[in-house]
């Protein structure tokens, strides 16, 4: 079974600091590995995912993030936040087995403050 | 662009009655699926389907039911709802099967149960 675990519930940042939100997951094969933004009142939307090849992925609104299989994490990183980026983050994982049902993490509440 | 929409933003009903959420997408994609989201537990998977007249089971079924009569609807009825089921719904859509597939989700009902 997979399981994704964030560790931080809430993180507070100021405005044009850099941030780092944080994913682990737990799987014995290969997984895919995404992360998702809920603004306030609305759905979710992709934010980038990780399939394979470069460990470094790129997604929408200058995120990034890495994935590390060696520490099974897959952390989400912005250089310069904007009061835009407040909103909740979810990491996911899906694998082999499970067709492509995710199992989402808790959540990080990004609080971007002036 | 994928447009996933539901029937409602904001729900209330009372303890007991029979609940209807609509999930509808135009995008002819295969799969949907139910989530709730509750504070601190992140998305859980309620039920999803492959194709018309088929569903299965997620994590958290019990007090659910789900119909897909059309490809482009899928509805989750609560049979008797309850207080525990004071929640945020989301519905979700992918094309096709594969695991690395990016979700779409609606924006979300919001359904307090008195």
């Known amino acids: 079974a997979q399981s994704v675990t964030q560790l931080d519930s809430q993180v507070p940042v100021f405005e044009e600091a850099p941030v780092e939100l944080r994913c682990n997951y737990s799987?014995?094969?290969?997984?895919?590995l995404f992360w998702y933004v809920q603004y306030p009142n609305q759905g979710l939307q992709l934010l980038l995912k990780?399939?394979?090849?470069?460990?470094l992925v790129k997604g929408i609104n200058g995120f990034e993030a890495e994935f590390n299989k060696s520490q099974t994490s897959f952390h989400l990183r912005k250089p310069s936040v904007h009061i835009s980026d407040t909103a909740e983050y979810f990491c996911?994982?899906?694998?082999?087995?499970?067709?492509?049902?995710?199992?989402f993490g808790t959540g990080t509440q990004l609080k971007v403050e002036l | 662009d994928v447009k996933v929409t539901q029937s409602s933003r904001y729900l209330v009903k009372r303890t007991g009655e029979k609940v209807f959420l609509e999930c509808v997408q135009d995008m002819d994609h295969e799969n949907m699926f139910w989530y709730r989201q509750d504070p601190g537990l992140g998305l859980r998977l309620i039920y999803f389907?492959?194709?018309?007249?088929?569903?299965e089971k997620g994590d958290i079924p019990e007090g659910y039911s789900v119909s897909r009569e059309k490809k482009e609807r899928f509805s989750l009825i609560l049979e008797s709802a309850s207080t525990n089921q004071t929640s945020m719904y989301l519905c979700?859509?992918?094309?096709?099967?594969?695991?690395?597939?990016?979700?779409?989700f609606g924006p979300g009902t919001r359904l307090l149960v008195l």
């Open positions: 996911a994982v899906s694998g082999p087995g499970g067709g492509n049902k995710l199992t």
């Open positions: 990780y399939l394979s090849g470069s460990t």
């Open positions: 389907s492959y194709d018309v007249k088929m569903k």
């Open positions: 799987s014995s094969v290969s997984v895919y």
């Open positions: 979700a859509t992918t094309g096709g099967g594969r695991v690395d597939e990016t979700q779409y």
